[in-house]
T-cell receptor
Framework: NAGVTQTPKFQVLKTGQSMTLQCAQDMNHNSMYWYRQDPGMGLRLIYYSASEGTTDKGEVPNGYNVSRLNKREFSLRLESAAPSQTSVYFC????????????FGPGTRLLVL | GENVEQHPSTLSVQEGDSAVIKCTYSDSASNYFPWYKQELGKGPQLIIDIRSNVGEKKDQRIAVTLNKTAKHFSLHITETQPEDSAVYFCAASGGTASKLTFGTGTRLQVTL
């Protein structure tokens, strides 16, 4: 089992460019999450998908969109990147809702110039 | 929504000493409190969790205590080792939303 995988590992964008961060899990989990991690601010939830076919906003959804493509895959899209979106992005999954153990991917480091 | 505060932000201990990290939460309906360890360049990994029907839980050198009345919970690491050096996050869940709210993290350094 690979667990939770994320691509790419590192990306540099110019302001205004768009990109999609990919996440996949092979644990047959129902719930998936996207977080961003900034120095001194911990992990903040961007969007989550409690089950296939549903998505909900988290704490910091502005500037992002998500797609739960199927049970395995949950992508995060930046339509017009801004320097404030420079961060490390983590995808996570859990068997059911958030009161189950969340398993995190290795992260995507994004730099927006 | 839920708000989780975590202290201290950095903690340095000598190998063999104990380390304690404290968190407070705001939503009295929260009932699940996990702790995650994040090593450099990796994603966070669950090390222990506690639910509101339990006051204390131990797993070898790690223990977590919960005081629901005061709305705070703590992570205790005994006999610290260099491999315990990492960033630790507390989190809370339950109440009005089925999602985790994380604290801001504690960087623990265990020195020889």
């Amino acid at each position: 089992n690979a667990g939770v995988t994320q691509t790419p590992k590192f990306q540099v964008l110019k302001t205004g460019q768009s990109m999609t961060l990919q996440c996949a899990q092979d644990m047959n989990h129902n719930s998936m999450y996207w977080y961003r991690q900034d120095p001194g601010m911990g992990l903040r939830l961007i969007y989550y998908s409690a089950s296939e076919g549903t998505t909900d906003k988290g704490e910091v959804p502005n500037g992002y969109n998500v797609s739960r493509l199927n049970k395995r895959e949950f992508s995060l899209r930046l339509e017009s990147a801004a320097p404030s979106q420079t961060s490390v992005y983590f995808c996570a999954s859990s068997a059911l809702a958030a009161q189950e153990t969340q398993y995190f991917g290795p992260g995507t480091r994004l730099l927006v110039l | 929504g839920e708000n989780v505060e975590q202290h201290p932000s950095t903690l340095s201990v000598q190998e063999g000493d104990s380390a304690v990290i404290k968190c407070t939460y705001s939503d009295s309906a929260s009932n699940y409190f996990p702790w995650y360890k994040q090593e450099l360049g990796k994603g966070p990994q669950l090390i222990i969790d506690i639910r509101s029907n339990v006051g204390e839980k131990k797993d070898q050198r790690i223990a977590v205590t919960l005081n629901k009345t005061a709305k705070h919970f703590s992570l205790h690491i005994t006999e610290t080792q260099p491999e315990d050096s990492a960033v630790y996050f507390c989190a809370a869940s339950g109440g009005t939303a089925s999602k985790l709210t994380f604290g801001t993290g504690t960087r623990l350094q265990v020195t020889l």
